[in-house]
Structures are given as C-alpha cells and as structure tokens.
C-alpha cells in the first residue's frame, strides 16, 4: 500500500456534467500529481501542486482544474464532461516535486 | 511538444528468458523515472536516474541513462511470471512528467 487513497474508486457521469475526484496524500508529502489513462495508455499528465500552488500543468483544457488543501490532500475537478474523458483518474503523491510518485489505485470514471 | 516514445509495444517471452524495454525521447530530460503497473493495478515507481551515463540495479532489472539524457533501457534477466505487467518510462521536462506508451510483458510458464 502506498498510503494515498482515491475517492470514489468508480464513478459513471452524463456527458455535460461536472465531478470531484479526491485524494488523500501519503503523509508527509507536499506535492501531488494528477493524471489520467485511458485504456492502454500511459498515463498523461493533468497538473501538479505544491503547497497548495499549481507547479506544473500538461496539455489539458481549463475545464480540468485542481485544489490542493492545507493538510496536502487534493481535488481534481472537471466541468463539462464529454465521452473521450472516460479514464482512470490517478493521483500521486512525493515528498518533493522531483521524486518518486507514489500512486492511488485511481477512480474510473465513465462519461455516458 | 515533449514526446517519449517505447518499443517494444508488447513482449512476450517464456519464463527465464530476458527481457528489455527501450525509452526515447525527443528532447533532453532532467531525469528519467520507471514504473510498472499490474493489470488492473496502479503504476508502482521503480527507480529514478538523474546522470548522464548512469546505470543501476535491482536484484534482476538493470536501468540505463543514456549519455545524451535522451533515452533510457530497463533489462530484467531471467524473467519470472511476477514480472508480468506494462513497464512505463516516465521523462521529466521541467516540471512535467511526460509518460511513454508502455511495453506490456507476459511472461510463459
């Protein structure tokens, strides 16, 4: 176990509305990723906080946007669901931003 | 925009066999991480290389850096059935960590 967890781990959504995936951060660690994957694929990079500021952000659409808490855990939201975001949604957690990453088993959302 | 690249895309090898995945990328990297996810499973880190030329080792799995920080290789000798699983690099571009495709490993008994 690497001690960040994801809620929910599965998630079914119509096209056009908006969800709020969470993730808990190992403790200790002040810099968490975002990514997702679709089937197959690699994972691709959404955005990074550290310390509660955007450090980093991957070729994604604004409608994707994140929080990260005081207490380091953090929030990815998305607006204006379309089928193509359907993907495994993974947060991963580092002590630093130039470290290992450590991953949560992910929420699988499903856009209808 | 940065691209990593992976061949093979799929490797199936029998049991005992080696095994090796080769990491490209388009533009120099600042560092170099891989990862192997189990169907069904997450990505579990594996090893960062942060010098040109640098190689090291985990029990079975040997990770390379290349000179220029452009590519990487992991080679995992005498594979076993616990090795089955996609084995991502992972290029870190300022503050972005660019994943390739992956090789996907099975491994027969």
Known sequence: ?112 | GQQVMQIPQYQHVQEGEDFTTYCNSSTTLSNIQWYKQRPGGHPVFLIQLVKSGEVKKQKRLTFQFGEAKKNSSLHITATQTTDVGTYFCAGRYGQNFVFGPGTRLSVLP
Do not use: M
């Not at chain 1, 929080?67 to 089928?83: G, H, I, K, R, T």
């Open chain 1, 1 to 112: 176990e690497t001690g960040v967890t994801q809620s929910p781990t599965h998630l079914i959504k119509t096209r056009g509305q908006q969800v709020t995936l969470r993730c808990s951060s190992q403790s200790g660690h002040n810099t968490v990723s975002w990514y997702q994957q679709a089937l197959g694929q690699g994972p691709q990079f959404i955005f990074q906080y550290y310390r509660e500021e955007e450090n980093g952000r991957g070729n994604f659409p604004p409608r994707f946007s994140g929080l990260q808490f005081p207490n380091y855990s953090s929030e990815l939201n998305v607006n204006a669901l379309e089928l193509d975001d359907s993907a495994l949604y993974l947060c991963a957690s580092s002590p630093t931003s130039n470290t290992e990453a450590f991953f949560g088993q992910g929420t699988r959302l499903t856009v209808v």
